[in-house]
């Protein structure tokens, strides 16, 4: 519990205190020179770190702190950092010398004093804690500050008799200072992370931006080439007799499956069918002309059709004309084909089916209506339509790329689809507010060897060129046109057009691995040694690129034609 008396405070510390409690204790005094009445074994202060949170608190704060202790092992501690230490409230404060190769080498800051006496650790002991308390104060205050621990007349006569002085300000150990290691380990977090970046951005820049371009100029010529040939997943090998080109083939497919689904448009007229009966009519000039009708034929009025239920014999019923008779049946039971109230007829006229020879009137009733939406074929017709309009570049990517990886050059002209498999939700006349359509398609193309298509062209176009000074450079095959004449699941008849480039004797893979690693400067003097190159020009990038990249696929090499 602090105690106040004539500007000072004695605070009494608990052996349980914490560094932060006492910190709060000085702040929380109002008197500018506050005494600490430390127990036996405060090891609270017998840290370094914690001392030096105590002087920093004191020193921000303006106030003057005395630790009363009698314990040697704070002693050292408080030399350390500057602290004022009395054995009691009674005895004069003095800062402990520490004898430490730091402090021998610090220069000491002396402050003039008004008795031109100055005050050291050593001669402090004999000098009241009040005196000591103007130490480090504003050099133009007008009154200096006196200390007094108690209010016995022995310490008030002594800081009287004294002569107020300004103390010499202690200079801060640096070598003290507290680490702040929240600082220190998210620098060394920021460092490691900053090498990782640094590694990976090297070995990306090293490995995968790195390419050169390489233009050759030559005279060179276009040569065309036209030919057909047989892709043919059965041949073995390449075959070019009897003027038929076959190439061995691979058919690379997939299949997916697709669904559209669409609303219904069908009508059904689901109600009562309407009943009624027919008399049927007909002209002869004999009875031996006539025939019945059978029970099931159909007899039709305003395009509505009836059944008829049972057969129709005809008796004698007067005069046809001048030269027939005419006979009739009697009545015959008949049934609309469809539910409806459009099929209640009364005294119509039916024509008979298949039986031009008779007519028939009657009436039905009893057709009421009861419309449902049902599945027509339109509907299924319209899913399908939609399926079959769907983008398939997607697949056709998927076979192309099928097919490199197995180290085929693509026919893409070849890619098919096959008959779907249909299946659908419902069927025509179910009734069904919506039908959904599944299509199962396989899809096909054909690959064969690039190496087997050069050799068509080479030997198409070897007899164009002269081939003491020249050879072919490029087939031309990534720009060839391909056109299926014929095809079925296992071949395919293919005509090619391609335009080859012929120069001097260079060719491209080659020069790749010849100029893999060498300086742009080494590239063109080797390239430019060939007698049919006119020049050459080497591009890298990005900037930081000095020589071309080992990997082939990082090198394009274009031969241009000299104008």
Same mark, same amino acid.
């Given at each position: 519990?602090?105690?106040?008396?004539n500007?000072?405070?004695t605070?009494?510390?608990?052996?349980?205190?914490?560094?932060?409690?006492?910190?709060?204790?000085?702040r929380?005094? *109002?008197?500018?020179?506050?005494?600490?009445?430390?127990?036996?074994?405060?090891?609270?202060?017998?840290?370094?770190?914690?001392?030096?949170?105590?002087?920093?608190?004191a020193?921000?704060?303006?106030k003057?702190?005395?630790?009363?202790?009698?314990?040697?092992?704070?002693?050292?501690?408080?030399?350390a950092?500057?602290?004022?230490?009395?054995?009691?409230l009674q005895?004069?404060?003095?800062?402990?010398?520490?004898?430490?190769?730091? %402090?021998?080498?610090?220069?000491?800051?002396?402050?003039?004093?008004?008795?031109? %006496?100055e005050?050291?650790?050593?001669?402090?002991?004999?000098?009241p804690?009040?005196?000591?308390?103007?130490?480090g104060?504003?050099a133009?205050?007008?009154?200096?500050?006196?200390v007094?621990?108690?209010?016995?007349?022995?310490?008030?006569?002594?800081?009287?008799?004294?002569p107020?002085?300004?103390?010499?300000?202690?200079?801060?150990?640096?070598?003290?200072?507290?680490?702040?290691? %929240?600082?220190?380990?998210?620098?060394?977090?920021?460092?490691?992370a900053?090498?990782?970046?640094l590694?990976v951005?090297?070995?990306?820049?090293a490995?995968?931006?790195?390419?050169?371009?390489?233009?050759?100029?030559?005279?060179?010529?276009?040569?065309?080439?036209?030919?057909?040939?047989t892709?043919d997943?059965?041949?073995?090998?390449?075959?070019?007799?009897?003027n038929?080109?076959?190439?061995?083939a691979?058919?690379?497919?997939?299949q997916?499956?697709?669904?559209?689904?669409v609303s219904?448009?069908?009508?059904?007229?689901?109600?009562?069918?309407?009943?009624g009966?027919?008399?049927?009519?007909?002209?002869?000039?004999?009875?031996?002309?006539?025939?019945?009708?059978a029970?099931?034929?159909?007899?039709?009025?305003n395009?509505?059709?009836?059944i008829?239920?049972?057969?129709?014999?005809? *008796?004698?019923?007067?005069s046809?004309?001048?030269?027939?008779?005419?006979?009739?049946?009697?009545?015959?039971?008949?049934?609309?084909?469809?539910?409806?109230?459009?099929?209640?007829?009364?005294?119509?006229?039916?024509?008979?089916?298949?039986?031009?020879?008779?007519?028939?009137?009657?009436?039905?009733?009893?057709?009421?209506d009861?419309?449902?939406?049902?599945?027509?074929?339109?509907?299924?017709?319209s899913?399908?339509?939609?399926?079959?309009?769907?983008? *398939?570049?997607?697949?056709?990517?998927?076979?192309?790329?099928?097919?490199?990886?197995?180290?085929?050059?693509?026919?893409?002209?070849?890619?098919?689809?096959?008959?779907?498999?249909?299946?659908?939700?419902? *069927?025509?006349?179910?009734q069904?507010?919506?039908?959904?359509?599944?299509?199962a398609?396989?899809?096909?193309?054909?690959?064969?060897?690039?190496?087997?298509?050069?050799?068509?062209?080479?030997?198409?176009?070897?007899?164009?060129?002269?081939?003491?000074?020249?050879?072919i450079?490029?087939?031309?095959?990534?720009?060839?046109?391909?056109?299926?004449?014929?095809?079925?699941?296992?071949?395919?008849q293919?005509?090619?057009?391609?335009?080859?480039?012929?120069?001097?004797?260079?060719?491209?893979?080659?020069?790749?691995?010849?100029?893999?690693?060498?300086?742009?400067?080494?590239?063109?003097?080797?390239?430019?040694?060939?007698?049919?190159?006119?020049?050459?020009?080497?591009?890298?990038?990005?900037?930081?690129?000095?020589?071309?990249?080992?990997?082939?696929?990082?090198?394009?090499?274009?031969?241009?034609?000299?104008?």
């Amino acid at each position: 519990m602090p105690t106040n008396s004539n500007g000072k405070d004695t605070v009494y510390i608990d052996i349980d205190d914490e560094i932060t409690t006492i910190i709060e204790k000085v702040r929380a005094s *109002n008197e500018k020179i506050v005494a600490l009445v430390l127990p036996k074994r405060a090891t609270v202060l017998q840290s370094i770190v914690n001392m030096k949170l105590l002087k920093r608190t004191a020193d921000n704060e303006s106030k003057r702190v005395v630790l009363i202790t009698s314990e040697a092992g704070l002693l050292p501690l408080a030399g350390a950092t500057g602290m004022y230490v009395a054995k009691t409230l009674q005895t004069k404060p003095e800062v402990p010398s520490v004898s430490t190769p730091a %402090e021998a080498d610090e220069p000491a800051e002396e402050a003039e004093l008004d008795d031109a %006496e100055e005050i050291t650790p050593e001669t402090a002991g004999s000098r009241p804690i009040g005196e000591l308390a103007g130490l480090g104060a504003v050099a133009a205050a007008d009154e200096v500050e006196t200390v007094e621990l108690d209010d016995t007349p022995a310490a008030t006569d002594a800081a009287a008799a004294e002569p107020a002085a300004k103390a010499k300000k202690v200079k801060k150990n640096k070598k003290l200072a507290v680490p702040n290691f %929240e600082k220190f380990r998210m620098l060394l977090f920021a460092g490691i992370a900053l090498l990782i970046l640094l590694i990976v951005g090297g070995v990306f820049a090293a490995t995968a931006l790195p390419k050169a371009e390489v233009t050759i100029t030559t005279d060179t010529s276009s040569v065309n080439s036209a030919l057909t040939f047989t892709a043919d997943t059965a041949a073995k090998s390449l075959s070019t007799t009897d003027n038929k080109l076959v190439l061995p083939a691979i058919s690379q497919q997939t299949q997916k499956t697709q669904t559209q689904q669409v609303s219904t448009t069908g009508k059904k007229n689901n109600g009562q069918k309407a009943t009624g009966s027919v008399v049927l009519t007909t002209c002869a000039t004999s009875p031996g002309q006539l025939n019945p009708v059978a029970a099931g034929t159909g007899v039709v009025t305003n395009g509505h059709t009836y059944i008829m239920q049972q057969s129709a014999s005809f *008796n004698y019923a007067g005069s046809c004309n001048g030269s027939s008779f005419k006979f009739q049946s009697g009545a015959v039971d008949i049934t609309a084909i469809n539910g409806g109230a459009d099929y209640n007829v009364s005294s119509a006229s039916f024509t008979v089916a298949g039986r031009s020879d008779v007519s028939a009137t009657g009436s039905a009733s009893g057709g009421t209506d009861e419309i449902l939406q049902v599945v027509a074929q339109a509907d299924i017709d319209s899913a399908n339509q939609k399926i079959a309009a769907q983008d *398939n570049s997607a697949l056709k990517q998927q076979l192309q790329n099928q097919l490199k990886q197995a180290g085929l050059f693509p026919l893409v002209a070849t890619f098919v689809a096959g008959t779907p498999t249909t299946t659908t939700s419902s *069927n025509v006349g179910d009734q069904a507010s919506t039908v959904t359509v599944t299509q199962a398609i396989t899809y096909t193309m054909f690959g064969v060897k690039e190496s087997d298509l050069k050799k068509l062209v080479d030997n198409d176009i070897k007899d164009k060129i002269d081939t003491s000074k020249q050879s072919i450079l490029n087939e031309g095959l990534d720009k060839a046109s391909f056109h299926v004449n014929t095809a079925n699941a296992t071949s395919a008849q293919i005509a090619m057009t391609t335009t080859a480039t012929a120069g001097p004797d260079l060719h491209a893979d080659e020069l790749k691995k010849q100029i893999a690693g060498k300086k742009a400067g080494q590239v063109q003097d080797m390239i430019k040694s060939d007698p049919g190159v006119t020049d050459v020009k080497v591009h890298l990038s990005p900037f930081w690129v000095t020589s071309v990249p080992s990997k082939a696929s990082k090198v394009t090499i274009t031969f241009v034609k000299a104008q």
